[in-house]
């Protein structure tokens, strides 16, 4: 039996950014369409969204990618907001797509790595 163990993926398997970030955009957008920021129920939507684009990119990723989704949503008010994040990665092989949206209401960072 021999080993299966690979260090890159092949070519073909590679993170299409522009692809995922089309995704996330439509998802984004539609997720948010209609909705008010509460305090109560934004965290629960930053989550459904998190869970919704991380399985919608596993469908277009190859099976060896480990994917990390990230959602940050807040009411829009008027004031700015930051949103950082850190990864260990290999500049070869990994990737990372971030999507902002706005709506009259609310805010959306998603982000996948």
Avoid at 51 to 63: F, G, Y
Avoid at 80 to 108: I, M, N
Wanted: glycine share 6%.
């Amino acid at each position: 039996v021999e080993n299966s163990y690979r260090m890159q993926p092949e070519a073909g398997e590679r993170f299409n950014v522009t692809e995922i970030r089309k995704l996330m955009t439509e998802l984004l957008d539609a997720g948010m369409e209609g909705h008010i920021y509460d305090q109560e129920k934004s965290p629960r939507l930053a989550c459904l969204l998190s869970q919704t684009l991380k399985e919608s990119a596993k469908q277009t990723i190859c099976p060896r990618y480990k994917i990390c989704s990230k959602v940050v949503l807040g009411e829009s008010s008027g004031q700015g907001v930051h949103v950082v994040s850190q990864c260990l990665w290999s500049t070869d092989s990994d990737r990372f797509v971030t999507v902002t949206s706005q709506t009259k209401d609310v805010y959306a960072v998603a982000s996948i790595n």
